[in-house]
């Protein structure tokens, strides 16, 4: 045959391709404002819900656990222990990303739920966590658990963006993506807010006996497992990924049926079901061993990587900024650990929550890449400025500190934290998109693993424990890291606004471009 025959046959695969796609795409059970939508909106969200309440309501437990289980260290938990209790949930949920994101593309994203199911078990462990009468005490246990539950969280980020990102259009699927992602924040308000109910249900047992507290955090811990409960149903009973169907097992009739849609005869006979079993581990090599595939995997990896360093740096440590600036120093347990709690809310309210709906109102007009690039220079002056200014601010205008501390959570998330987790759902094929996401959600982790060992140490460098003495050092840190990943989102980071996910597979062909066959050549993207 020849080349030009080839050239022919090839735009013609794309262009049938194309339109399959667009078939399943353009009808209402694709990715309209319907029930495929709501579904994937409540389950998927509601699963980060839960993952984001889990992962940072240790920040609001671990000073109730410094009364009930260290006392006699000043009711403070050793650094080294807090450290580890907090970073255990995040070198599960490493382990969950990568664990998850090769099965996911390995097995379908039919697992969608066993992630669901850790959770809960992990939840409910961390709650009911105590001592043995020799060996390992509760702080053992909760820890070992908060690396099961871990594992669960983090397989939910590489199965729900994968998900979320094949069920939607292109025209929405960064907006529903930010969406999902948004019920993080809501999630951390939420975690606050319970605090904040059970404290004032506690109220007197606590100022009659500061033990009672063990009540407290783990009824705290416990009702966080409530959510995923609810929406456990849902996730096992998603049908497999359209595009999964169609991209990998080449079966185009069970895409159409997860929609609710027949297909003609004649389109069903130009995909057979793929009967061959897959080397999935070949095929990963194959594509990122090309390094025009492979820097983006680098890009997606190291911004969520430096951004996860500062972002779970502070997000993990709001309490001991809170402690550093005054905010939480009070007479008795009780209203410590209420000023503690109050404050998370007013940051979370001010800079996370907003950062958060900003992304999911102008994502799909601004584009992933610019808003990633914007809040990585943002924060980077930010950080420099609260570095460079700490003791002055906190002398003579400590609500200057307090707002320029919310603008960088503000942009965090109206910025890299949304756009890290979103552009990795979007810009690798169908066959290694949930490995992609997983391995770059890991990378982020990494970060986060990082923040969490080396921020409660670092903070109290050339001063006693609580006492924070390094933390405009560390502020001034984080800016240099933020810079970092302005310098990787400029070099290796595409923009995938308003592309369908068609044109991100390996043997994509834009036909609409050609005049002629003369004039194939790759698509931009491949470059």
């Not at 990568?98 to 850790?118: N, S, T």
């Not at 402690?323 to 007479?331: E, H, M, N, S, V």
Request: some cysteine; aromatic content about 12%; charged content about 15%.
């Amino acid at each position: 045959m020849s080349i030009r025959s080839l050239q022919l046959e090839r735009i013609a695969t794309a262009e049938e391709k194309l339109k399959s796609l667009q078939r399943l795409d353009e009808t209402a059970g694709a990715g309209g404002w319907n029930w495929f939508t709501a579904r994937t909106i409540l389950t998927s969200g509601a699963g980060f819900f839960t993952d984001s309440y889990d992962v940072f309501i240790i920040n609001l437990v671990t000073p109730m656990l410094g009364y009930v289980y260290y006392a006699d260290n000043g009711n403070k938990i050793p650094s080294n222990i807090e450290g580890a209790l907090k970073g255990m949930a995040s070198v599960g949920t490493f382990i969950g990303q990568l664990l998850f994101g090769f099965l996911g593309d390995i097995l379908g994203r039919k697992i969608y739920g066993f992630e669901l199911l850790i959770i809960i078990l992990g939840t409910i462990n961390c709650a009911t966590a105590s001592s043995a009468i020799r060996g390992v005490n509760a702080i053992g246990f909760l820890g070992f658990w908060r690396l099961i539950l871990g594992i669960g969280v983090g397989g939910d980020y590489p199965m729900s963006a994968t998900i979320t990102s094949e069920w939607s259009t292109a025209g929405k699927r960064g907006m529903m993506m930010a969406l999902i992602f948004s019920m993080q924040g809501i999630g951390n308000l939420a975690a606050a807010i319970t605090t904040l109910i059970v404290l004032a249900i506690f109220k007197n047992a606590i100022n009659t006996d500061v033990m009672n507290l063990d009540y407290v955090w783990r009824l705290c811990i416990g009702l966080g497992a409530v959510p995923a409960v609810a929406t456990i149903y849902l996730r096992f009973t998603m049908p497999e990924s359209p595009r999964y169907s169609l991209d990998v097992e080449h079966d185009i009739e069970a895409a159409a049926q997860a929609k609710g849609q027949v297909v003609s005869e004649e389109l069903a006979q130009q995909y057979t079901k793929t009967e061959v079993k897959r080397d999935h581990w070949a095929e990963f090599r194959a594509y990122f061993g090309q390094w025009k595939y492979f820097k983006v995997l680098l890009g997606t990896s190291l911004s969520w990587f430096l951004l996860d360093v500062a972002f779970y740096g502070l997000g993990l440590n709001n309490a001991a900024v809170l402690d550093a600036i005054g905010f939480a120093k009070k007479g008795t347990p009780y209203e410590t650990l209420w000023a503690n709690t109050v404050g998370q809310i007013i940051i979370t309210c001010l800079g996370s929550v907003p950062g958060y709906y900003l992304t999911v109102f102008l994502i799909e007009k601004m584009g992933r890449r610019t808003i990633q690039i914007m809040g990585f220079s943002v924060t980077t002056v930010l950080f420099a400025i609260l570095a460079g200014c700490y003791d002055v601010l906190l002398e003579k205008s400590l609500p200057a500190f307090i707002f320029l501390f919310t603008l960088a959570q503000l942009f965090q998330n109206f910025g890299a934290n949304s756009t890290t987790f979103i552009i990795p759902g979007e810009v690798f094929p169908t066959k290694v998109r949930a490995s992609a996401h997983g391995i770059s959600a890991a990378s982020g982790k990494a970060g986060a693993i990082l923040a969490a060992f080396a921020f409660n140490v670092l903070v109290d460098v050339g001063g006693e424990h609580g006492e924070h003495k390094f933390l405009p050092e560390v502020l001034g840190i984080f800016s240099a890291v933020m810079f970092l990943g302005l310098v990787v989102t400029v070099l290796w980071i595409p923009e995938s606004k308003g592309k369908d996910l068609e044109e991100f597979e390996e043997d994509f062909q834009a036909p609409a471009l050609y005049d002629s066959p003369a004039d194939v050549k790759t698509h931009p993207n491949k470059a």
